[in-house]
């Protein structure tokens, strides 16, 4: 939900914010997802956490706008007060941030369900995360359960092998948290790129271009 218009812009070289003040973040609560318990390093650990839609605010010098993002910094836990942040986008996430891109900006808009939103969470980490080239949320390096240890459910796994066969590439906002000494000051987020009206809001337009030429590529 946009409510004023932002000065915000992301282009080609990545970030160029509006005079005067840098962009804040707030976590506003959930959305859509469940809990899980997953695994980074092969099973050696595992923690528990929130996988699926945070509700966002943020604000620049000009406004302010309310949207849905995905976690991108699995290990940290998301700040309740307003942090700093850098507008980036996807290709920040190599090697696969054009694939989070495009997962996000054709999946994100059609969540209406937990498991969806599960799904496409699971996706993004594995996709950030997995370091053996083979891409299932089950196993692997990266990997997820239900918090009992038990095998998600058929719906949430089919949907994210559904969002993995995706092949193509785009481009997304990626917005990352300010450091705090050595550690970040709150987790970051990917969104999709917005709808027309919430584009000229933002102020997107170099990254809606970029998203459009990609799909051309």
Not at 122 to 141: H, K, P, R
Request: glycine share 8%; with cysteine.
């Amino acid at each position: 939900m946009i409510r004023f218009r932002i000065a915000t812009f992301v282009g080609l070289s990545g970030l160029c914010i509006g005079a005067f003040a840098l962009p804040t973040m707030d976590y506003l609560g959930k959305g859509f997802g469940s809990n899980v318990k997953w695994t980074m390093d092969d099973g050696a650990t595992h923690k528990s956490t929130f996988a699926g839609e945070m509700k966002l605010k943020l604000t620049s010098a000009e406004g302010i706008a309310e949207f849905i993002g995905y976690c991108v910094d699995a290990t940290i836990t998301v700040s309740n007060n307003t942090w700093g942040i850098q507008i980036l986008d996807t290709d920040s996430l190599n090697p696969n941030g054009a694939r989070i891109a495009n997962a996000v900006n054709t999946k994100a808009f059609q969540v209406n369900n937990n498991a969806k939103a599960t799904a496409l969470q699971l996706v993004i980490w594995e996709l950030l995360y997995e370091t053996s080239g083979n891409f299932d949320i089950t196993e692997g390096v990266f990997r997820a359960t239900r918090t009992d240890g038990t095998q998600l459910s058929s719906t949430v796994i089919n949907e994210a092998n559904t969002i993995l066969a995706l092949q193509g590439t785009s481009v997304a906002p990626y917005y990352l948290a300010d450091l705090n000494g050595n550690t970040r000051s709150s987790q970051s987020f990917v969104a999709p790129v917005p709808e027309p009206a919430t584009l000229a809001a933002l102020g997107l337009f170099g990254l809606a271009a970029m998203a459009r030429r990609r799909r051309r590529a």
